[in-house]
């Protein structure tokens, strides 16, 4: 039973660390599916001071939109928000575009091996402009540009398995 458990603990720790949201593992008859809350998006909750808010062992239901209210203003002024590097003021999320994976497969930021990559953090993309590709079953699906902007992350790595909407890169 033990080493049961510490396979779910693996394959669990692996949907986290790739993101991934659902697993399901067919072994002859038995089958058993893994699903954790969405596609586990990077934790929010150090882009806000915790020196800011005093914790309480209960906090009583009126004391929430308090909590809610003074939350958003946070990320303007953290350090976790994208910088454009030059000294400017931190970008509106909300202008963010991002960019997902139209199909699950292996994610390629070059052309071929060794190439120079199609896109770099801080580029400037025009709509249309191939961002990368993606492979399944030997074919190559290039990923473009939905609109003009600046390339300001890019949230895989080279050779990463993708899942099918997951978030490739982001446009400001």
Do not use: H
């Not at 199909?103 to 400037?124: C, E, L, N, T």
């Not at 993309?125 to 600046?150: H, N, P, R, S, W």
Request: include cysteine; hydrophobic fraction near 45%.
């Amino acid at each position: 039973m033990d080493t049961s458990i510490d396979r779910l603990d693996k394959i669990a720790a692996m949907m986290q660390q790739r993101g991934v949201a659902r697993v399901r593992i067919e072994e002859g008859d038995a089958s058993i599916e893994l699903e954790g809350p969405g596609a586990f998006p990077a934790p929010v909750a150090p882009a806000v001071p915790v020196s800011t808010q005093p914790v309480a062992a209960a906090t009583p239901a009126g004391a929430a939109p308090q909590a809610a209210t003074a939350a958003p203003a946070a990320p303007a002024t953290s350090d976790a928000s994208p910088d454009t590097g030059d000294g400017e003021a931190p970008l509106d999320m909300t202008k963010v575009i991002s960019v997902k994976a139209p199909m699950v497969g292996i994610f390629y930021a070059a052309p071929s091996p060794g190439a120079k990559p199609f896109v770099q953090v801080g580029d400037k993309v025009k709509k249309g402009d191939v961002l990368c590709v993606i492979e399944a079953m030997k074919e190559m699906k290039e990923v473009t540009a939905q609109a003009d902007g600046e390339v300001v992350d890019i949230c895989v790595s080279d050779g990463e398995l993708v899942e099918y909407g997951a978030v490739l890169m982001k446009l400001y």
